[in-house]
Nanobody, 115 residues
Framework: QAQLVESGGGLVQAGGSLRLSCAASGRIFSINAMGWYRQAPGKQRELVATMTDGGSTNYADSVKGRFTISRDNAKNTVYLQMNSLKAEDTAVYYC?????????WGQGTQVTVSS
């Protein structure tokens, strides 16, 4: 079945870095945009960063200047480089992929930033 396979989450100290990866697996074609969302305990899911097939990006204000999203369209893979991590970045991070007709979500990967 079609799915998004995520990797790169884990435990990191404040000020450190992590790189998340998400690859479309199965029958997902013609992805127009991919991105990352996150959900912290007790909070609703929020946008972190997205990138369209044309290369335009969108970042949450809270991560601008610290996080960078990139895509490898040939591999249907999206990355999130996270630098200068803060405790408030602790959340479950979800990969997202959009086609013209459907939206796919990854299973989520835990990112924990220790202080």
């Amino acid at each position: 079945q079609a799915q998004l396979v995520e990797s790169g989450g884990g435990l990191v100290q404040a000020g450190g870095s992590l790189r998340l990866s998400c690859a479309a697996s199965g029958r997902i074609f013609s992805i127009n945009a991919m991105g990352w969302y996150r959900q912290a305990p007790g909070k609703q899911r929020e946008l972190v960063a997205t990138m369209t097939d044309g290369g335009s990006t969108n970042y949450a204000d809270s991560v601008k200047g610290r996080f960078t999203i990139s895509r490898d369209n040939a591999k249907n893979t999206v990355y999130l480089q996270m630098n200068s991590l803060k405790a408030e970045d602790t959340a479950v991070y979800y990969c997202n992929a959009q086609t013209r007709t459907f939206i796919y979500w990854g299973q989520g990967t835990q990112v924990t930033v220790s202080s």
